[in-house]
């Protein structure tokens, strides 16, 4: 229980736990704290081992992701994540560590951790296809020692990349003040006990979908595309809520949007829509992205090239985004030819299952 549901060690000690147990196995004598950590850290090292056999045996090369994080309580991990394909063409992916980082997150720091780690598992950095991380000054540095070092490949998180370019695009004044004035409204709808009760009767009473708002979160850019796309669904009845006084006080209608407003966060949405969808496709655990990443940003340049919308702001933001995937993607972009004759393309289209066979089927034709 402790390992499945990620349960602190001390559960065992609470008096709830102990007497659920006293009455699902009376007489039973609970074994200490202690006794259980020592399991934990035996069944960890059950598991590294176990890991190690499974690296050993693959005969793909090895990529890893490495990502530094904040938990909410302030505390600094680095995660270290290894991916690499098997016999039967399955991409499989192992979370390494995930290290509590207590000392500064110098460039040299973080090169040590990551080689540490790759130790620990008997990987060889020599024999490490790529690194990939985010666009962090210090991690960029620690990977460029490495590949000093071991001559690795690093390679910018495109996912983390997308997030910059979007990041940057919405800082036009206008729309920032309209996901401002969207963010207040759904914050105030969500937290006021009258606020969130009163939608579901205007829902019913409009046919609208019976959906709750959905609040932003500043990590994620594409939350606040929710945000925008459930809030335009519930304009009417949030609108038919805010009008009642026992939600809204007299004197405080501000907290609806202004009718531009409305229409800026509609077009807004019309031109998210291709990065939110870009950014499922870059999410994506089951199949390898990196091949996908030149005809993507194709389509993403191309959806930059719509500049007729009434709000000037949403104008704005597809020059930015065009000038800010062509910045940081020149490389990429350039790569995808616009003769057809893309080799990532059509791998990332076919099935591994049917490459494979389709490969052996090649050997034997032309063995005859």
């Not at 606020?195 to 409009?206: E, L, N, Y």
């Not at 925008?228 to 809204?248: D, F």
Request: some cysteine; aromatic content about 8%.
């Amino acid at each position: 229980m402790i390992l499945k549901d990620m349960r602190p060690l001390a559960v065992v000690e609470g008096e709830g736990f102990k007497e659920i147990l006293t009455i699902f196995q009376p007489g039973y004598t609970l074994l200490s704290r202690r006794h259980f950590t020592s399991m934990m850290e035996r069944k960890y090292e059950t598991s590294v081992e176990k890991l190690r056999n499974v690296l050993k045996k693959a005969t793909s090369k090895i990529s890893l992701t490495t990502d530094a994080w904040t938990s909410l309580v302030t505390e600094s991990y680095l995660g270290v994540t290894c991916h690499f394909i098997n016999d039967y063409w399955d991409l499989l992916s192992f979370n390494l560590a995930t290290l509590p980082v207590e000392e500064r997150h110098t460039a040299e720091n973080l090169a040590s951790w990551v080689e540490k780690v790759a130790e620990k598992f008997h990987i060889s950095l020599h024999n490490v296809l790529a690194i990939v991380h985010d666009d962090a000054s210090n991690i960029v540095a620690a990977l460029h020692i490495l590949k000093e070092k071991f001559g690795v490949v690093s390679y910018r998180c495109a996912g983390h990349t997308l997030q910059l370019v979007v990041n940057h695009a919405l800082k036009d004044p206008k729309i920032d003040k309209a996901l401002s004035a969207a963010r207040g409204l759904v914050k105030h709808i969500r937290k006021s006990e009258p606020a969130s009760t009163k939608p579901k009767q205007k829902q019913k009473q409009m046919g609208t979908a019976e959906h709750k708002l959905i609040q932003d979160v500043a990590v994620r850019w594409n939350s606040s595309y929710y945000m925008i796309e459930r809030l335009l669904e519930q304009r009417w009845p949030v609108v038919a809520t805010l009008s009642a006084p026992e939600v809204t006080q007299r004197g405080k209608q501000y907290l609806d949007l202004k009718s531009d407003q409305w229409i800026l966060l509609d077009e807004l949405k019309e031109v998210l829509k291709p990065y939110e969808q870009a950014t499922n496709v870059l999410s994506g655990q089951s199949y390898v992205t990196v091949s996908v990443l030149p005809p993507l940003l194709k389509v993403l340049l191309k959806s930059t090239q719509n500049k007729s919308f009434d709000s000037a702001a949403v104008n704005s933001f597809q020059n930015s985004a065009e000038e800010e995937i062509l910045y940081r993607w020149q490389r990429e972009v350039s790569a995808f030819q616009a003769d057809g004759k893309n080799v990532s393309l059509i791998a990332a289209e076919i099935p591994f299952s049917r490459r494979c066979s389709e490969t052996a089927s090649k050997s034997t034709v032309g063995g005859t």
